[in-house]
């Protein structure tokens, strides 16, 4: 056997050796299940407590889930305790938790690992149907590790610090999880319960991995969606992706912009941004005040708003010049800019020919069934980074990285850096992410 093999093979024995299943768990019915449902928690962070929350409002869900002998809900959560697999089920009239696996310490963002428990599910949970939901810190697109020499913050799925609280989290790359995603059969849908993770970048990376991508252009509150809503939407027979996504917005929807002037004592407001590890200081006693924005992506019609985006892009890029993105929507309020809004970047391009854009717009609608919003959200990138407000009111449902960005260098964050401020500094950084970028399937179909 080839030596990596080996090595490969004694390190999965020794990761899953103490893996133990609960030997109390009922056997499945013979008819197989409608739908397979696993929710996939990294909270060995700072979220910990909040997937505590998350997972008692998942058992309230469980109840509203029709044939619930049909469909299945399995939760895989790492956080400060071991990692296990949970099944909630319905014992009774009651709905009860129930723990089938525990496994040793280990990094549930590497490969191993999350191929391991993805493939665990599926072999012995089979269904007509698959649903996945990762729930987590999240940032997009760019690389999961940090260069020594820069001071930008990673980004990526996931952050698991191995217990330790004041560790340095382990993330993963949105290219590896392409990999470890494209050893299953595609799944019904993949809901990413975290940040920023609605770029096409990421959408298009995972094309083939799922029918539908549900997930927020912005940054998402720590409380992220309730799972009391949720969770019947899991399983519904039709519609699920739009479902899914009209659940979780409903509660911001119903609770925005509500208590945000009473005056009660103030508590911590979290969000899922690994790169917001501080939490914010708010006068609201309200879980939801602050608005969200969610949206449903097709991933059958990506390739056809691809198409009709290259021919804009090209057409811009034929003139020579950077591209100047000041009036573009820009979801990290010009902290980074790295996040810029799809929809506004190709009708900043296309705007000499309102024909072209309307074309490209009719595209975009089959790739995004569905796009709710609020008027505005809570950015902590917002204010220099101190937090604030910022409006999202003409939110296509994708964000989206502008190469050759005239504007990249007005970021505040690097005039938070004077040594950052010389303009090789900030070319070096520039060319670091756009190396990276150029590795992204979107990247290489527009001829970046």
């Known amino acids: 056997m080839n030596k990596n093999l080996l090595l490969f093979a004694f390190f ?8 133990h299943k609960n030997d109390d768990q009922e056997p499945l019915p013979n008819s197989i299940a409608n739908r397979t449902n ?8 700072n979220l910990s407590a909040y997937a505590s929350r998350d997972i008692e409002e998942m058992i309230m869900g469980y109840k509203n889930v029709d044939q619930p002998e049909l469909n299945n809900l399995l939760v895989y959560i790492d956080d400060y305790s071991t990692p296990r697999l949970l099944q909630i089920k319905k014992q009774g009239s009651k709905v009860i938790t129930d723990t089938i696996y525990n496994y040793t310490e280990h990094n549930s963002v590497s490969k191993a690992v999350m191929s391991y428990v993805i493939g665990q599910v599926l072999e012995e949970y089979e269904a007509k149907s698959y649903g996945l939901s990762f729930w987590s810190h999240g940032d997009g697109w760019l690389p999961a590790t940090d260069q020594a020499e820069t001071t930008v913050n990673s980004r990526a799925f996931g952050e698991d610090r191995d217990n330790n609280m004041y560790g340095e989290g382990k993330r993963m790359d949105i290219l590896d999880l392409r990999k470890t995603l494209e050893e299953f059969p595609k799944f019904d849908f993949i809901l990413f319960d975290a940040c920023d993770m609605q770029s096409i970048e990421v959408a298009y990376e995972l094309k083939n991995t799922a029918d539908y991508f549900i997930a927020s252009v912005t940054e998402v509150p720590a409380y992220g969606a309730n799972y009391a809503d949720m969770v019947p939407a899991l399983f519904s027979e039709t519609r699920t992706a739009e479902q899914i996504a009209e659940a979780y917005y409903l509660e911001y929807y119903e609770n925005y912009d509500k208590g945000l002037n009473e005056e009660v004592p103030s508590r911590k407001f979290d969000i899922k941004n690994s790169a917001a590890t501080t939490t914010k200081t708010v006068s609201t006693t309200n879980k939801y005040p602050y608005g969200i924005a969610i949206s449903v992506i097709k991933s059958s019609e990506l390739d056809f708003l691809a198409e009709a985006t290259k021919a804009i892009i090209q057409a811009e890029k034929s003139k020579g010049q950077p591209i100047n993105t000041k009036q573009v929507t820009n979801y990290d309020s010009n902290y980074y800019n790295f996040y810029y809004d799809l929809g506004s970047y190709i009708s900043s391009l296309s705007s000499a020919d309102p024909g072209i854009f309307q074309q490209w717009e009719d595209i975009l609608a089959k790739v995004v069934p569905l796009n709710l919003h609020t008027p505005t959200v809570y950015s902590s990138y917002a204010n220099d980074y101190k937090g604030g407000i910022i409006s999202i009111r003409n939110s296509s449902g994708i964000s989206v990285f502008i190469p050759n960005n005239n504007n990249f260098a007005d970021a505040v964050h690097w005039e938070k850096y004077p040594e950052l401020t010389q303009a090789y500094q900030v070319d070096r950084f520039y060319s670091y992410y756009l190396d990276y970028y150029h ?8 001829g970046w």
Do not use: Q
């Not at 999965?12 to 893996?19: I, K, V």
């Not at 696993?38 to 060995?44: F, G, N, P, R, S």
């Not at 590795?439 to 527009?446: E, K, L």
């Open 12 to 19: 999965l024995t020794a990761l899953f050796s103490a893996c």
């Open 38 to 45: 696993l929710i996939y928690i990294v909270a060995d962070n």
């Open 439 to 446: 590795n992204y399937r979107w990247s290489v179909t527009m």
